[in-house]
């Protein structure tokens, strides 16, 4: 028995609104299945699988790397060298995102990038080299979200870090951006801080 959709569930599938389900059959850009007597608009099984396939054929492969500030330049231009090597043998179209900037930034520019061609449905899969390249917190709604939009989020490097090992990074982050709004004494004692927990720790971020 063949399957339709009103215009809310099909829009909701498509990632679009029932607004632009309206445009695009006024255009003629997509006329819906058939239209009841009521003027609902109703779109087929068939519909919906031609154009999440055509989707798919222009969704692409997104790469996203990360540092924290510009004195790791060299390290971001060796994670952009290794990703564009492991993309290229994927054989599938691809772009590299580049962001300077804190884990616990949500404003990063190539974040804020990133989220927009996901939110689009214009990446198909998001490539990190480790998890918190992404973001130090908050990793997991980001992937939740991708998720909504049928994108995969790929870790390359699930190597695990002791508890210890991750808490200091965390800190380090943490004062590390409270301590740019201090000045005289109190920033001087944030440094010293960040100091002694980088002793402790592996701060590679």
């Known amino acids: 028995m063949a399957k339709f959709y009103s215009i809310h569930a099909f829009s909701k599938i498509l990632g679009v609104t029932p607004q632009t389900l309206r445009n695009w059959d006024r255009a003629g850009k997509l006329k819906p299945h058939h239209t009841a007597a009521n003027g609902h608009r109703y779109y087929s099984q068939e519909q919906l699988e031609s154009i999440t396939d055509a989707q798919k054929e222009k969704r692409i492969t997104i790469g996203y790397c990360r540092v924290s500030s510009h004195k790791q330049k060299d390290d971001l231009n060796r994670q952009c060298e290794n990703m564009r090597a492991y993309?290229?043998?994927?054989?599938?179209?691809?772009?590299?995102?580049?962001?300077?900037?804190?884990?616990?930034?949500?404003?990063?520019?190539?974040?804020?990038?990133l989220i927009k061609l996901i939110n689009d449905n214009r990446a198909d899969k998001v490539v990190i080299l480790y998890k918190d390249r992404l973001l130090r917190f908050g990793a997991e709604l980001v992937e939740e979200f991708a998720s909504l939009h049928n994108c995969e989020i790929e870790i390359i490097d699930h190597e695990e870090k002791t508890e210890q090992q991750e808490l200091v990074e965390d800190l380090i982050q943490i004062i590390t951006v409270f301590s740019c709004k201090l000045q005289g004494k109190h920033a001087h004692k944030a440094k010293k801080l960040i100091q002694e927990l980088a002793s402790n720790g592996d701060d590679d971020d």
Do not use: H, V
């Open 87 to 113: 993309l290229l043998a994927q054989g599938r179209p691809f772009k590299i995102i580049q962001d300077i900037g804190s884990g616990i930034n949500y404003r990063n520019k190539g974040l804020i990038e």
